[in-house]
């Protein structure tokens, strides 16, 4: 009779998962999974092809788990953009190890320098109809807001900007998007 089954795929993915998150992307391997589950690396390879395709599925938890924050934030806010980069600051500090792992890695590349306007489109259309400018205007207020939220976000998560409160990220935000828009010629309102 085989032996039983102790450690579901799920089971062993969350373990996984705990482990990024406390100890960071370089501490996910096959002996640390095992010792997380308190047992041995053999569900681990019969549950999954190898440590590829686990470590692909806690990339994707990882990217779930910050796309829902973003989106809990941003629902219902008179000011969804300025919530967005609030939720990416919010995330680099309360989850310092996951943003590192989404946020802070060499990316796959074909080298071509394709910014691949179809996956911000959202964030531009929320740009767009929150500040009533075209879809172009927004995508290039996004690009230029993105480099210093990403940068403050860095700062955070590796604790280079040890302290800072939520109001004065915000308000950090607020300077950066005005100062872009400043840039662009797009008048605001004073709200």
């Not at 062993?12 to 960071?24: E, I, K, M, S």
Request: charged share 25%.
């Amino acid at each position: 009779m085989p032996p039983a089954i102790r450690f579901s795929r799920e089971a062993v993915l969350n373990a996984a998962y705990q482990l990024v998150r406390r100890d960071g992307p370089s501490a996910l391997n096959a002996r640390a999974v095992a010792r997380e589950l308190g047992g041995s690396t053999q569900p681990i390879f019969r549950l999954f092809s190898g440590m590829d395709e686990l470590r692909n599925e806690v990339l994707k938890l990882a990217e779930a788990a910050c796309r829902d924050k973003m989106l809990a934030r941003m629902q219902d806010s008179c000011t969804p953009y300025l919530e967005l980069g609030m939720a990416y600051l919010l995330f680099a500090r309360d989850e310092p190890a996951l943003f590192k792992l989404l946020f802070m890695r060499d990316r796959v590349s074909d080298g071509s320098c394709n910014d691949d306007d179809d996956e911000y489109r959202w964030v531009y259309e929320i740009i767009a109809s929150s500040i009533h400018v075209k879809i172009e205007t927004a995508a290039l207020l996004y690009q230029r807001t993105w480099v210093y939220t990403h940068g403050l976000a860095v700062g955070i998560a590796t604790k280079y900007i040890p302290c800072i409160a939520e109001k004065d990220m915000i308000s950090m935000l607020q300077e950066s998007f005005r100062a872009a828009a400043n840039q662009l010629g797009v008048a605001l309102s004073a709200s």
